[in-house]
């Protein structure tokens, strides 16, 4: 971990991604790579070695950090053994004779010309940037080279499909033109920010493929007819999709699917055409954020994976009623709504439902009444946040007899919300167990 920049805020996604790529890890029984990457940064936090600075709303760790001490002794250690080199400078303050498989540079200074770079291509394996611009062209004749993690790129250029061994590719870019990007027969992980990009119809080819995170807009074509099905079995992660079409066809061969983003655009009626029912065949979903812009969708469109860990709604516009479908997920720890994911002015939740939610996000919802019967509903949520819910008149009194909530979070709430929850917290047996936080 020497080789991020000191004081670096390491996101642990991104962490697990990089240490899977480098082919360090062995699975488990019944664990995947990602599993197994995990769990031993997790005995690295128990160790004090590693300090977890984030966590995520279901308790995990989202990002971490290494003391000062300790990453100059990482680094010390690790050039010392020629395990990797690490420098705050650039690609020219590499001495030629170097003999180091991984690269890792700070500097946020562009990296243009490739004529001219020190780079031993023979033996570079993995190379890491962190701030900067850079030509891709640069490493398009590094053959060898498995993981490629940059800041901002130009364009991916025509050369880098020549990085057969290559798998794991991560950027910024903006004009990203992956028609080739199948050639990458090794890729495991395509990591594209700020771009918008149509994925070629091979990509369905790709069987070592597991993380395709494109955070802008991504067209995924049909997976093509009348030939042999291909199943993605590696594939944990899709975001985010546009206008992505749930067909049994293309569920078949991502069975082991853990994260779905989608988003859905323009005023299509048709919501069948989508086959968002489908998505209950995704029995290894843990995570799943859904966007609509647009046409309001169709009463009981959805139906969800019982494995649903995390969801996230957004301007979906169903009714109230639907929740049903939502409060008896087994598993589900985090539920986000989020401008108008559901509308009318009445939501009553009974007795039971929402057994295992941890974290509930209200925002921007046209909600007035809400009514929570008892205590258990919601009978583990340990935080509430409620944000811009402007209609909202209260906070229900059954949230106050929930003995595990620790956090209530208002932004940008009326006056009478805000009297609930401070009355809430007056009524707690012990006053500092529970918080409230206000953002005016």
């Known amino acids: 971990m020497g080789i991020f920049p000191e004081d670096y805020n390491i996101r642990v996604a991104m962490l697990v991604k990089l240490w899977v790529a480098e082919g360090i890890l062995q699975p488990g029984k019944s664990e995947t790579l990602e599993d197994v990457a995990y769990e031993y940064l997790l005995d690295l936090v128990d160790r004090n070695l590693v300090l977890a600075f984030k966590r995520s709303n279901d308790g995990k760790i989202k990002v971490c950090k290494i003391h000062d001490l300790l990453r100059d002794l990482c680094t010390r250690e690790a050039q010392r053994m020629n395990f990797f080199h690490a420098t705050d400078e650039n690609l020219l303050s590499i001495p030629r004779d170097i003999n180091v498989h991984r690269v890792s540079i700070h500097s946020n200074r562009?990296?243009?010309?490739?004529?001219?770079?020190?780079?031993?291509?023979?033996?570079?394996?993995?190379?890491?940037?962190?701030?900067?611009?850079?030509?891709?062209?640069?490493?398009?004749?590094?053959?060898?080279?498995?993981?490629?993690?940059s800041g901002r790129v130009y364009n991916l250029p025509d050369g880098i499909i020549q990085l057969v061994n290559l798998r794991y590719l991560s950027g910024r870019c903006e004009q990203a033109t992956l028609e080739s990007i199948y050639k990458l027969r090794n890729l495991q992980t395509l990591i594209m920010h700020e771009a918008s990009v149509q994925l070629p119809e091979e990509i369905w080819k790709m069987t070592q493929l597991r993380h395709i995170e494109i955070q802008g807009n991504v067209n995924l074509p049909d997976p093509p007819s009348g030939e042999i099905v291909v199943v993605l079995e590696n594939?944990?992660?899709?975001?985010?999709?546009?206008?992505?079409?749930?067909?049994?066809?293309?569920?078949?061969?991502?069975?082991?699917?853990?994260?779905?983003?989608?988003?859905?655009?323009?005023?299509?009626?048709?919501?069948?055409?989508?086959c968002l029912k489908n998505l209950g065949q995704l029995l290894k979903l843990e995570i799943l954020k859904c966007f609509f812009y647009g046409q309001s969708l169709e009463p009981n469109v959805f139906t969800f994976p019982s494995s649903l860990?995390?969801?996230?709604?957004?301007g979906c516009k169903l009714p109230w009623e639907d929740m049903k479908a939502i409060d008896s997920l087994p598993n589900l720890e985090v539920l986000k709504l989020k401008s108008n994911a559901f509308i009318g002015e009445e939501w009553e939740t009974t007795e039971g439902g929402f057994d295992q939610l941890k974290f509930l996000l209200l925002e921007k919802i046209d909600l007035k009444y809400w009514i929570v019967v008892d205590g258990k509903r919601f009978r583990i949520l340990e935080r509430l946040v409620i944000k811009e819910c402007d209609d909202l008149e209260e906070i229900p009194d059954g949230i106050g007899e929930i003995q595990t909530l620790r956090f209530i979070d208002l932004h940008y709430c009326s006056s009478s919300i805000e009297t609930t929850a401070k009355k809430i917290k007056e009524k707690q047996y012990d006053d500092d167990f529970l918080k409230v936080n206000i953002v005016k």
């Not at 206008?243 to 323009?266: A, D, H, Q, W």
């Not at 860990?309 to 957004?314: E, H, Q, R």
């Open 235 to 274: 594939l944990q992660t899709l975001s985010c999709l546009t206008n992505f079409r749930c067909t049994e066809e293309v569920l078949k061969r991502i069975p082991n699917l853990k994260k779905l983003e989608i988003s859905y655009t323009g005023q299509r009626v048709d919501w069948e055409y989508y």
């Open 309 to 314: 860990k995390k969801l996230t709604l957004l």
């Open 110 to 149: 562009e990296i243009l010309y490739y004529r001219c770079i020190n780079l031993p291509t023979s033996l570079i394996r993995s190379s890491l940037f962190v701030d900067g611009r850079l030509n891709l062209q640069v490493f398009a004749n590094i053959r060898l080279l498995r993981v490629l993690h």
